[in-house]
């Protein structure tokens, strides 16, 4: 049971945690910007509305996939991990090679802060030619937007836990992890009161596309009735594997940006 | 509307940000599947297979740019 636990719970809960991390330190970003800009009711409002759709979201999609046969489960949950952490994992070697420019959180939140600066003005000047008063729509629209950014956002966090714990049955595991992350990350936000742009951002974004690439690959061969020297300690050996093969391409990456540049 | 659209627009930079890399992940799943299915390739190498076949895929995606 306890080696259960460290050769599959362990990884995916780690996974959820550190992909929870990435997508919610974004959202933060733009809940805080409505927070300090419209005040805090509508942003945690917004908040708590899209944080009950991904938990129904979760809660729907889970045990419905419990009702589909186990190995069909792993290939369909396999090739979707592998398409998306693939996605993350060549996004992450990018930045990390300096192809692509790092993500900002100062930047996302002075952005952000305009947009509805913005918005506030030409609300303003709408004034009279709505039934609602302007500060109602305006509370309206800075709600929406915390509401749009935590789903947004939230979407990736609720596939990966839906997609990494219903394989292997360990969908507690995985939404743990989503919810330890969540409550760090807004307590430290919290905290401190501004974006978290000393997160970082890419580093975690890079380890977990490796992981989501090694069980993508992992749950991929099972559903298609392949076998694993070692059962799940190959989980381990696939994260080694990707995890050298990526570090190899950043450094690839980077050697190519810098010939380019000559 | 608008909040749909966007949903949309999220699932598809989830899954389909970079074509070839999708395209060329699913490519390498099908010619497992159809090796195993074929008895060309033993259950014991489908996974090393796939693995370095995934890994070509993402190399192609990151070193064409």
């Known amino acids: 049971m306890q080696d259960a636990f460290w050769t599959a719970g362990f990884p995916v809960l780690a996974a959820v945690f550190l992909a929870t991390i990435v997508e919610i330190v974004e959202a933060f970003t733009i809940v805080l910007a409505v927070g300090t800009t419209r005040g805090w009711k509508p942003a945690l409002a917004g908040t708590a509305a899209a944080l009950g759709v991904l938990a129904l979201v979760v809660l729907a999609l889970g045990p419905a996939l ?5 190995h069909l489960l792993q290939l369909v949950v396999g090739v979707l991990l592998l398409l998306f952490g693939l996605g993350w994992l060549r996004k992450a070697i990018l930045r990390a090679a300096g192809v692509l420019a790092l993500h900002d959180e100062d930047a996302a939140f002075a ?12 609300q303003g000047l709408m004034q009279g030619s709505e039934e609602a008063s302007p500060e109602d729509a305006m509370a309206f629209i800075a709600g929406l937007t915390a509401f749009k950014a935590v789903l947004l956002e939230g979407l990736e966090v609720a596939f990966i836990v839906v997609a990494a714990g219903a394989g292997h049955g360990l969908l507690l595991e995985a939404s743990l ?62 994260v080694a594997f990707h995890l050298a093969a990526a570090l190899v391409l950043v450094r690839l990456a980077a050697r190519r940006r810098e010939r380019s540049r000559i | ?19 070839g890399l999708t395209l060329g992940a699913l490519a390498a799943v099908v010619l497992v599947g159809l090796g195993q299915g074929w008895a060309v390739l033993p259950d014991s ?15 192609r995606a990151v070193l064409k740019r």
């Open chain 1, 66 to 70: 419990a009702l589909i046969p186990i």
């Open chain 1, 111 to 122: 952005k952000e802060t305009a947009a509805l600066a913005r918005r506030e003005v030409s």
């Open chain 1, 177 to 238: 992890g989503a919810l330890a992350a969540t409550v760090l990350v807004l307590a430290v936000g919290l905290i401190l009161h501004r974006p978290l742009s000393r997160v970082p951002e890419n580093a975690l974004k890079f380890g977990v596309g490796v992981l989501l690439v090694a069980f993508g690959v992992f749950w991929t061969v099972e559903g298609l009735g392949g076998e694993w020297p070692g059962g799940e300690l190959a989980l381990a050996g696939l």
């Open chain 2, 1 to 19: 509307m608008s909040l749909l659209s966007d949903v949309l627009g999220e699932l598809k930079k989830m899954f389909f940000a970079d074509l």
């Open chain 2, 45 to 59: 190498a489908a996974g090393p297979v796939l693995a370095l076949l995934v890994l070509t895929v993402l190399a």
